[in-house]
């Protein structure tokens, strides 16, 4: 059975940051203005369960669903939903910081539907939580320029301060047209993180079919798009966050991956966005999200 927990409940797990939509900007685009976003605490909070609680803890806090796991006593928050945007992030356990988020919704360029930028990315969802088994099962629902999104995600146990995987599985109803803009028409997933020098980021680079992808301070990460199914943005530590998590996504199908670099000096601003697209609507899709400390997991020797 599906559960809503109301805001109010057993435990409350310290807030990780307001994080809106974020903007990233394409050379052929207008600039659309990049709202910020307060940063989450370096590490995630941990909360003390009663005694008859099971492994998983899930509270909506405003606009946040904050998940958390047992670890002996104590229920370190390992993931959060923020539902005024369908951001979603992971850590692999207390030692992690906040980092690169995934955005659940699809992202797309539609002029007929998103003006004036023609950019479609980042709406309001609402979400159902159940168990399944071992895992969680988070269910995401929302309408992004027309279209109406279900994203399921299914939260497997953490190997804390190691990895944290979930598997995505989305899917749309609606008619839409679509701007031509290939390798970014329709983005089925889309990382969005922050790069702005080489000592402050969460994101220090980029990853496709086992290639290693420099971020400029501004442009695209790679060009023309590789089709792959696999694509990263690696995290670590730096002066501005240590343990950043590295996001890694495994995709269904090949798809074109590439990004682009929006040049900003202020690092509450997501400026990196990094995503897989196709040049169609897709009706359905699915991924593999992995949170890692190192990238040594990744699958690249």
């Given at each position: 059975?599906?559960?809503?927990?109301?805001?109010?409940?057993?435990?409350?797990?310290?807030?990780?940051?307001?994080?809106?939509?974020?903007?990233?900007?394409?050379?052929?685009?207008?600039?659309?203005?990049?709202?910020?976003?307060?940063?989450?605490?370096?590490?995630?909070?941990?909360?003390?369960?009663?005694?008859?609680?099971?492994?998983?803890?899930?509270?909506?806090?405003?606009?946040?669903?904050?998940?958390?796991?047992?670890?002996?006593?104590?229920?370190?928050?390992?993931?959060?939903?923020?539902?005024?945007?369908?951001?979603?992030?992971?850590?692999?356990?207390?030692?992690?910081?906040?980092?690169?988020?995934?955005?659940?919704?699809?992202?797309?360029?539609?002029?007929?539907?998103?003006?004036?930028?023609?950019?479609?990315?980042?709406?309001?969802?609402?979400?159902?939580?159940?168990?399944?088994?071992?895992?969680?099962?988070?269910?995401?629902?929302?309408?992004?320029?027309?279209?109406?999104?279900?994203?399921?995600?299914?939260?497997?146990?953490?190997?804390?301060?190691?990895?944290?995987?979930?598997?995505?599985?989305?899917?749309?109803?609606?008619?839409?047209?679509?701007?031509?803009?290939?390798?970014?028409?329709?983005?089925?997933?889309?990382?969005?993180?922050?790069?702005?020098?080489?000592?402050?980021?969460?994101?220090?680079?980029?990853?496709?079919?086992?290639?290693?992808?420099?971020?400029?301070?501004?442009?695209?990460?790679?060009?023309?798009?590789?089709?792959?199914?696999?694509?990263?943005?690696?995290?670590?530590?730096?002066?501005?966050?240590?343990?950043?998590?590295?996001?890694?996504?495994?995709?269904?199908?090949?798809?074109?991956?590439?990004?682009?670099?929006?040049?900003?000096?202020?690092?509450?601003?997501?400026?990196?966005?990094?995503?897989?697209?196709?040049?169609?609507?897709?009706?359905?899709?699915r991924y593999t999200i992995t949170a890692l400390l190192g990238?040594?997991?990744?699958?690249?020797?």
């Open positions: 059975m599906l559960m809503r927990i109301p805001m109010l409940l057993i435990i409350m797990l310290s807030l990780v940051g307001c994080m809106g939509a974020t903007t990233i900007t394409s050379p052929t685009s207008t600039p659309a203005p990049t709202p910020t976003q307060t940063r989450a605490p370096a590490h995630a909070p941990t909360v003390t369960p009663q005694a008859d609680a099971g492994p998983w803890r899930v509270i909506e806090v405003g606009e946040e669903v904050q998940i958390a796991y047992r670890q002996g006593a104590n229920y370190p928050q390992v993931a959060v939903l923020h539902t005024s945007s369908s951001y979603f992030r992971l850590i692999p356990g207390p030692s992690a910081g906040w980092g690169t988020s995934v955005v659940l919704l699809p992202s797309f360029w539609s002029q007929a539907r998103c003006a004036p930028t023609g950019l479609c990315q980042g709406a309001p969802v609402r979400a159902a939580w159940e168990l399944m088994d071992a895992d969680l099962l988070l269910k995401v629902t929302g309408e992004i320029g027309g279209l109406v999104v279900t994203v399921d995600v299914r939260i497997m146990p953490p190997e804390f301060d190691q990895a944290l995987s979930a598997t995505v599985s989305g899917s749309v109803t609606g008619e839409l047209s679509l701007d031509e803009r290939p390798g970014e028409a329709f983005k089925v997933v889309f990382l969005s993180s922050m790069w702005i020098a080489p000592t402050m980021w969460d994101a220090q680079q980029a990853g496709a079919e086992c290639r290693t992808l420099a971020l400029p301070g501004e442009g695209w990460i790679v060009q023309p798009p590789i089709t792959t199914t696999q694509l990263w943005l690696e995290g670590g530590s730096s002066t501005w966050k240590p343990n950043a998590p590295t996001i890694a996504i495994t995709l269904d199908r090949p798809l074109a991956v590439t990004g682009w670099v929006t040049p900003s000096n202020d690092p509450n601003d997501d400026n990196v966005g990094f995503w897989a697209a196709a040049d169609a609507v897709l009706p359905a899709w990238t040594e997991r990744i699958g690249c020797d």
